[in-house]
């Protein structure tokens, strides 16, 4: 009996080791070991033509204030990009979670999702010819605005940037309001509470979890970005991620642009943490899972 | 059943979120797994590469049915790839890159997968020292006529008597300017960079390419344009970064801004200084009276080409001259082979922005080496474009 029942929990074991390897073997090969790998790179020398050569120096790290404007641009941009998008996408989900009739929200909810289907690269190559010569500025001349630049603007990048994320933040902030409880808004209002006070306390104190879901994706996912800053911003305003793009293409320094993939891996970790202790906070004991 | 909002939708909003904060927790479906990592197509992919999955053998004379090239954007006459293929039943994947350190990269790295590629003539030398391309086989390109070839450009094709790379066309690199937008006459870089900071403000690109926008920087005290003196680099950083904010963009696909009117001036080279022109009279090229770039680019093959026998296949037919002709006009970029100039009608080779005045081209100087590997410039390159 005994034997029978420790043959089958090994069974089991085994079957669940064998289940999961594939998955460990996936995450080691191609995600630990690049890592590795990296880290390897980032103490080492860039050889004379270019590429890595083997040594042991943190000269690399040392290096890292040569991009101190790159790394600032990004701690720039990202919050603000994130923050951009919030305030956009706040209202929008708070329309279709709460206002929107019924039959218009598959529509609107399609509207949203369905530009997703199609790439990033397309979607702001076409923004690069709305916002060109011949797209808005050759309208504007017909009614007599003459020689309007619109393209490679700061502009145009934040236009791109809240273009492009909007619906990793509407999405999260949306379920998180559909979720709502109505009869808390309206146990505030028999409560005496004034539309203001309840939209405050009450919705967007229970909305928190979506909004710093959605706020954190955008945020990471623009510490990488370097797309839409190049073909929207006319390549004029220097990210983290551009830097890295020139590392490895073009002057082929290995080794620094290692040490520059570590340090962001790292700042993006240590976003992820504050952002992870905030939203702890604001929700109050509701703990939120963002890493 | 009642009808709901959510039917048929893709993913609903609910689950999207439910994958995503699942996802975060590490827990996944196997379909969600494929489809995200992309495993399913890198085991495809892998298990073709490695002949697991059966393709169409290729023995010592079989061509294959595809290969890849990586080349410059609008270079070549989209047609001949078709017709490459009508004949050999080849199908040839173009990649096109913006500069010479890009390829370069691709190749350090390894498994470019490129059979046939386009570098320009001062990085020959650095694919040779790292041995990255091969000697060519002379006997598998039989319509190579080396005696046809103007020497002035083929020079550096050739290492220690052998031949790496035999070259496709040459060309200059000067500016382009819409002369309705800027009509003052321009003939040199230090007008050129003077307007950027003023008629031009906003409306000046200069390439996102260390060796030409570097150089002609320097061009502006009358430095080499292949500099690598620290105190003459230091002076072309201060103009770049004087004029830095001043422009539209740092980038070498400068062709839709000045279609579109955008762009009123940028760095150009010859070929895309003529079809620009071609297709819209205004835009005129100049080149700088200081000197700036000549350049020549050639076509080598990598040592880890995947399919040779079709990048030698290849390669002979774009460098027989009923060809080339075809590609010189669809690029507008000069030809090196004296065989394809004779085949040239009047009027191309009358075209001054193909053919500059023998005293413009006379202080014009090819790129050097030493520029692709030096850390100085790429270093002053992040500078100034991070500025």
């Known amino acids: ?291 | 059943m009642s009808k709901s909002y959510r039917d048929g939708l893709p993913i609903t909003p609910d689950k999207f979120v439910d994958q995503l904060m699942r996802l975060k927790r590490g827990s996944i479906g196997r379909r969600d797994f494929l489809g995200l990592t992309g495993l399913g197509v890198a085991t495809a992919v892998m298990a073709r590469e490695l002949g697991i999955m059966p393709t169409p053998a290729f023995a010592a004379e079989n061509l294959g049915d595809r290969m890849s090239i990586a080349t410059w954007p609008n270079y070549h006459d989209p047609q001949t790839f078709e017709n490459f293929k009508a004949e050999t039943g080849v199908a040839v994947e173009v990649n096109v890159f913006g500069s010479n350190e890009e390829m370069l990269a691709k190749l350090q790295a390894g498994g470019s997968g490129w059979s046939l590629f386009v570098p320009t003539n001062y990085t020959i030398s650095t694919y040779k020292k790292l041995g990255i391309i091969e000697p060519l086989d002379m006997a598998k390109l039989a319509n190579y006529d080396g005696t046809k070839e103007d020497s002035r450009f083929t020079a550096e094709g050739t290492i220690d008597g052998t031949i790496y790379a035999v070259p496709k066309n040459w060309g200059t690199t000067g500016f382009a300017v819409n002369t309705k937008k800027l009509a003052k006459p321009m003939s040199s870089w230090k007008e050129f960079w003077d307007t950027a900071m003023a008629e031009g403000d906003g409306r000046t690109m200069v390439h996102d390419y260390q060796l030409t926008t570097i150089g002609n920087a320097l061009k502006y005290y009358g430095y080499s344009f292949n500099s690598l003196k620290q105190d003459e680099l230091a002076r072309a950083e201060e103009l770049l970064l004087k004029v830095k904010p001043h422009l539209f963009a740092v980038s070498s696909d400068y062709q839709p801004g000045m279609r579109a009117g955008d762009a009123w001036m940028t760095m150009c080279w010859t070929n895309d200084g003529a079809q620009l022109h071609r297709d819209i009279p205004e835009i005129a090229y100049v080149l700088g009276n200081e000197g700036g770039e000549i350049w020549t680019d050639f076509y080598a093959i990598p040592k880890d080409a995947p399919n040779k026998p079709a990048g030698y296949a290849l390669l002979n037919y774009l460098i027989n001259p009923a060809v080339a002709v075809k590609e010189h006009l669809a690029n507008g970029a000069p030809s090196t082979d004296a065989r394809v100039n004779a085949l040239l009608p009047k009027e191309v080779l009358d075209n001054p922005i193909l053919y500059p005045a023998a005293d413009l081209l006379k202080p014009l100087e090819f790129g050097a080496a030493a520029t692709l590997t030096d850390p100085g410039r790429a270093e002053l390159m992040a500078r100034f474009k991070s500025a």
């Open chain 1, 1 to 291: 009996m005994a034997l029978s029942m420790r043959g089958s929990l090994f069974r089991k074991n085994l079957v669940t080791a064998l289940l999961l390897a594939p998955a460990a073997l996936w995450l080691v090969v191609f995600l630990v070991l690049p890592f590795v790998a990296i880290a390897i790179f980032s103490v080492g020398e860039r050889a004379p033509e270019g590429g890595y050569q083997a040594a042991l120096t943190f000269a690399q790290y040392a290096n890292l204030p040569a991009r101190a404007t790159a790394f600032w641009n990004t701690m720039v941009l990202a919050p603000a990009g994130a923050l951009a998008c919030l305030l956009v996408a706040y209202p929008v989900a708070y329309y279709l979670a709460l206002r929107a009739p019924q039959r218009w929200r598959l529509i609107l909810l399609a509207m949203i999702v369905i530009p997703f289907w199609t790439s990033l690269l397309m979607r702001t190559y076409a923004w690069m010819y709305i916002l060109g010569g011949r797209g808005i500025p050759a309208l504007l001349a017909y009614v007599g605005i003459e020689d309007l630049r619109l393209i490679n603007t700061p502009g145009a990048v934040l236009l791109g940037i809240v273009y492009g994320y909007l619906p990793l933040m509407i999405l999260p902030i949306y379920v998180s309001l559909e979720r709502l409880d109505r009869r808390l808004l309206e146990a505030s209002a028999d409560l005496g509470a004034t539309p203001l006070s309840t939209f405050l306390g009450v919705t967007l104190r229970l909305s928190l979890p979506g909004v710093t879901t959605g706020f954190s994706l955008v945020m990471i996912l623009l510490l990488g970005e370097y797309l839409i800053p190049t073909l929207l911003g006319g390549g004029k305003v220097f990210f983290i991620g551009n830097a890295l793009v020139d590392l490895f293409l073009q002057s082929r320094n290995w080794p620094f642009g290692s040490a520059i993939a570590i340090t962001l891996v790292l700042v993006s970790v240590v976003v992820l943490i504050v952002a992870n202790r905030i939203s702890t906070r604001l929700s109050g004991a509701r703990r939120v899972d963002l890493i």
